[in-house]
């Protein structure tokens, strides 16, 4: 027959949070181990892919680690990927040439 577990904590329904294992003790006792929630990496603002360069870590776990390692050294750094600053540079200055012809157009007339 097999040995009996009992929860260690107050919650007894199986929910996502309350998730356990079996494990055997070096004493020969069985035991549940709660398991951590899986972390998710953050995504681009614009785009929707995980930022490279950033730890997947509970939100918790980003109180604990260096501002560094939150972010990456460029422009939007922690919230948008490269491909989309390079979007929103090139976009930007296409607006911008594009209010020069402008002007230039209309002081030609």
Excluded: W
């Amino acid at each position: 027959m097999a040995q009996r577990v009992t929860l260690r904590k107050r919650t007894p329904y199986n929910t996502t949070s309350n998730r356990r294992r079996v494990v055997k003790t070096p004493g020969g006792k069985l035991v549940y181990h709660h398991i951590k929630k899986l972390a998710t990496s953050p995504k681009c603002g614009d785009c929707g892919i995980a930022l490279p360069g950033i730890p997947a870590l509970r939100p918790r776990e980003y109180a604990t680690i260096s501002k560094t390692r939150k972010s990456v050294r460029r422009a939007y750094g922690g919230s948008r990927c490269a491909g989309c600053v390079k979007q929103r540079i090139l976009r930007a200055f296409l607006v911008e040439e594009a209010k020069i012809v402008k002007k230039v157009m209309k002081s030609q007339k």
